[in-house]
């Protein structure tokens, strides 16, 4: 017989039992939507991080110096330097950052009101505009950054000093040495963002901010590279360190939020144990309730032999029934998830406290990855495979006469 | 009588903050051939106020006003060895700030908790209890080496006829790098503005009152107003300020220990 025959056997088979196979494709779809949707949970957990991290620290890998006190090259030689590292390393940034970040007790003045900052990012609005523009604005234009003295202040900070877009603000900080210096600034917009990553931050111009710290105006702390795909973090920071040759460090943005790191891997395991558990289920499920069906197919089965179906083409019939089981298994379970997961994102969730950070503007966010939807969509495929191969091996093996015979 | 005395000297020095100067007199005081030398002027100014032959030791209570927010006190001992540019403040008011403290060794300032019974590194630049003073106040006083005089002009500040200075940093680590400063015939400071780097008035320290002990003097009130904080109380702009006064000054010795880790932690139990 034809492997096309099987199919079509098979395909027949499933279709005309469906009563049959509905409890199992229940079972495989609830798994695997189970599986989908806590996956996807996690992983738009993990990219709202990523994002916020990336768009805090200026991109989704940092380099910076391995020593500051390093002898420099000329801001111009050593950006030269980490481009062509960048590109012998065959990587294709989505955007290239330079920032200055001033973190030692600066303090912003607006109408007599003071607060202390614990990040001032100074930033290059031409090149990262289009990133820091995904932050949540409140009020005011972003896009006019591109000017000078223009600021970016948290809607914390706003109502602490009293101050609204179009306000001036002075930015003190301390310059290298640890004498006083003082900017005058324009609030341009006002942003919403979390606690870690906001409350107290202000955006500002880098060459502004060099200046008041009394570096060379190209100076940058770091230089981070915005990726398209922020997963691939880890493995591009491991390349790009080797192209520096030591003389720089390239490192995921994650690692400067050890804790937060440290909960999504804890998640990402809680993830994998969950679907370990399920697929445990699964299979035992399908292994049990494969046996029902066979039994009760043993006429059935019995008759396919004596019309001259060979021992093997019946198992292969049988495991292409459980295959077609799978496949609609898996797209009622994807269907299911999609529409929870779509569901649970409408739900305002802010004022969670803690939980604001995996937010997306109060939101749940979910993120489904085609290659996760993958795996787990093969995964599922094979258990259900695994579970129907004992019982479509034990219906090989039925005797034609003894199986016409049965009750 | 010495409420009347000291309430009189402040409102005198408010005034002078508020700026109520008589006509400056530079022409007059250059062509009459008596300018000074302003170094010597800044060496004398730093004289009178430092103690190099002896240890310092005094009680200080800090009063801070934040307009509409009321007010704050707090009161410290301050003992200081110049010599040794090294100082040491314990707080002993209120009861819930009591041992914290302040070791200035050289260039290190260490803060003190008792409650975590731990010491941090902190600057001289900081602000001290988060009030308007900072703790580089509390050393000893070296306005020749740091900084250099860039104008100098008379000018009658009150009572008082002053040289008013305008001084440069001369390096990067100084917390104020511009400030205007005036000086008393008697080569007292009597009153500065600090600037930040850009020239941004931070603030405004004024010195209306000092006590003689021997021939040095140490300042009776010091009254600092924050040109950055404040609120506006009906209509009007008020800067946040803090009065110290200081009490009980001696320049008896200090026993050595003073200036020690162990003495804090003790004072902190």
Redesign the interface.
Same mark, same amino acid.
């Given at each position: 017989m034809m492997p096309g025959m099987t199919l079509q056997i098979a395909f027949r088979n499933f279709t005309r039992n469906s009563r049959r196979f509905i409890l199992l494709g229940l079972s495989a779809s609830v798994g695997f939507f189970f599986v989908c949707t806590v996956q996807s949970l996690v992983a738009g957990l993990s990219s709202q991080i990523n994002t916020r991290g990336a768009r805090y620290y200026g991109g989704h890998v940092i380099i910076s110096r391995v020593q500051e006190s390093q002898p420099a090259m000329t801001a111009a030689a050593e950006d030269r330097f980490i481009r062509e590292a960048i590109s012998r390393a065959g990587i294709h940034p989505a955007a290239i950052s330079h920032r200055t970040h001033f973190w030692s007790?600066a303090v912003v003045?607006s109408?007599?009101?003071?607060v202390q900052i614990r990040r001032v990012i100074g930033m290059d609005w031409s090149t990262e505009g289009v990133k820091i523009r995904g932050l949540q604005f409140v009020s005011g234009k972003p896009d006019e950054m591109n000017e000078p003295d223009g600021a970016l202040i948290s809607e914390v900070t706003a109502r602490l000093l009293g101050a609204r877009v179009g306000d001036q603000i002075?930015l003190?900080v301390?310059?290298?040495?640890?004498?006083?210096?003082?900017?005058?600034l324009l609030v341009k917009a006002v942003f919403r963002e979390v606690s870690i990553f906001g409350y107290y931050t202000v955006y500002m111009d880098r060459g502004v901010l060099n200046r008041?710290l009394?570096k060379g105006l190209d100076y940058s702390a770091t230089i981070g590279l915005y990726l398209d795909d922020y997963r691939a973090a880890g493995r591009i920071a491991a390349r790009l360190s080797k192209a520096l040759e030591g003389r720089y460090t390239a490192m995921p943005v994650v690692t400067f939020m050890p804790e937060i790191s440290t909960m999504l891997r804890a998640l990402t395991l809680v993830s994998y144990g969950i679907l370990a558990l399920l697929s445990l289920v699964i299979a035992v499920g399908i292994l049990n309730i494969y046996r029902v069906i066979i039994y009760e197919r043993t006429r059935e089965i019995g008759t396919m032999r004596a019309i001259g179906i060979q021992r093997t083409q019946v198992r292969n019939i049988i495991l292409c029934e459980a295959l077609y089981l799978a496949l609609c298994s898996v797209a009622a379970g994807l269907a299911f998830s999609i529409l929870a997961l779509s569901a649970v994102s409408q739900i305002q969730l802010s004022g969670a406290a803690g939980f604001d950070i995996f937010l997306d503007r109060g939101h749940l966010s979910w993120v489904l990855y085609p290659d996760n939807v993958a795996v787990d969509a093969v995964l599922i495929t094979l258990i259900t495979l695994f579970g129907a191969l004992g019982p479509a091996r034990s219906a090989q093996r039925i005797e034609p006469v003894v199986a016409i015979r049965a009750e | 009588m010495r409420i009347l005395s000291r309430a009189a000297g402040v409102c005198l020095f408010l005034a002078m903050s508020a700026g109520t100067f008589v006509a400056p007199r530079t022409g007059e005081a250059q062509a009459a051939g008596n300018t000074p030398d302003f170094v010597q002027l800044l060496k004398k100014a730093d004289s009178l106020v430092t103690f190099p032959d002896s240890d310092f030791s005094a009680q200080y209570t800090f009063v801070q006003e934040s307009?509409g927010q009321g007010t704050n006190s707090k009161q410290a001992m301050v003992f200081r060895r110049d010599k040794d540019n090294t100082y040491l403040i314990v707080i002993v008011k209120p009861e819930e700030d009591k041992g914290k403290g302040y070791l200035k060794s050289g260039n290190n300032l260490w803060f003190y908790d008792p409650v975590s019974r731990r010491f941090t590194f902190t *600057?001289a630049?900081?602000r001290f209890q988060n009030m308007n003073a900072r703790n580089s106040d509390f050393t000893r006083s070296n306005l020749a080496g740091d900084y250099r005089v860039t104008s100098s002009t008379r000018q009658k500040l009150g009572k008082y006829d002053c040289w008013l200075l305008d001084l440069q940093?001369t *390096?990067?680590?100084?917390?104020?790098?511009k400030m205007r400063i005036w000086i008393d015939a008697d080569g007292l400071v009597r009153k500065t503005e600090d600037y *930040?780097? *850009?020239g941004?008035h931070?603030r405004t320290v004024a010195f209306p009152q000092y006590q003689q002990i021997g021939a040095r003097y140490v300042p009776q009130t010091v009254v600092i107003f924050d040109k950055?904080?404040?609120?506006?109380i009906n209509g009007t702009?008020v800067?946040?300020r803090t009065t110290y006064t200081i009490a009980r000054p001696s320049l008896e010795r200090l026993p050595d220990a003073t200036f020690t880790k162990t003495w804090l932690e003790k004072l902190g139990e």
């Open positions: 007790q003045f109408n007599g009101e003071s002075i003190q301390k310059r290298d040495g640890g004498a006083l210096n003082t900017v005058p008041a009394g | 307009p *600057s630049k900081d940093a *390096s990067d680590d100084i917390t104020f790098p *930040s780097y *850009s941004q931070v950055l904080r404040g609120a506006t702009f800067n946040e």
